[in-house]
């Protein structure tokens, strides 16, 4: 099994529903984060989170919320899909400490048609 | 504010050659840099990572160097092979609580038989 597991893995969503993505880690890391990846614009962090009572803001966080129910499990929503939220979607762990790099799941491609 | 830029955009080599991808960021203060590689429509697979304190490391053909005083890093891949086609990802950890990653957009490796 991954060690970070994202679901689904590709979605078709129209414009003004609320989708949920989830990521599940078995890492044992504190840390989560959700990234976006555009074509020409790299990756752009949306939220991030230290622990289970931990929420930050990142590059991009408006249109988004997340969710973190666990040490293990961190999910995304977008209450309200939109066009341009098309795009693929990153989680990754990391440990606490610049010792330890970052583990990232295999992505969910979301379309919101 | 970090940036992180990465020559060339594109590369294509034929299969045996030595090649070099580069990576620059601006703010020399950074806690470690990781090298990445992603296929089309996956994931981060993190290849090296590079301790602020330590100048290069080696895993297999690849070998990554940091020089943090002039803001470069450098990914070395040796006899390259068809399979080393993919995107490379240089990232760049900054800030005082190691919550920024900074990514830069990826260099595509083609590799041709």
């Known amino acids: 099994d991954a060690d970070v597991t994202q679901t689904p893995r590709n979605r078709i969503t129209k414009t003004g529903k609320r989708i949920m993505l989830e990521c599940s880690q078995t890492k044992g890391h504190d840390r989560m984060y959700w990234y976006r990846q555009d074509p020409g614009l790299g990756l752009r962090l949306i939220y991030y989170?230290?622990?289970?009572?931990?929420?930050n803001k990142g590059e991009i966080s408006d249109g988004y919320s997340v969710s973190r129910q666990a040490q293990a499990k961190f999910s995304l929503s977008l209450e309200s899909a939109i066009p341009n939220q098309t795009a693929l979607y990153f989680c990754a762990t990391s440990a606490a400490g610049s010792a330890y790099g970052y583990t990232f799941g295999s992505g969910t491609r979301l379309t919101v048609v | 504010k970090q940036e992180v830029t990465q020559i060339p955009a594109a590369l294509s080599v034929p299969e045996g050659e030595n090649l070099v991808l580069n990576c620059s960021f601006t703010d020399s203060a950074i806690y470690n840099l990781q090298w990445f590689r992603q296929d089309p429509g996956k994931g981060l697979t993190s290849l090296l990572l590079?301790?602020?304190?330590?100048r290069e490391q080696t895993s297999g053909r690849l070998n990554a160097s940091l020089d943090k005083s002039s803001g470069r890093s450098t990914l070395y891949i040796a006899a390259s092979q068809p399979g080393d086609s993919a995107t490379y990802l240089c990232a760049v950890v900054a800030g005082t609580s190691y919550d920024k990653v900074i990514f830069g957009p990826g260099t595509s490796l083609s590799v041709i038989p």
């Open positions: 590079i301790q602020s304190s330590q």
């Open positions: 989170s230290f622990d289970v009572k931990d929420i």
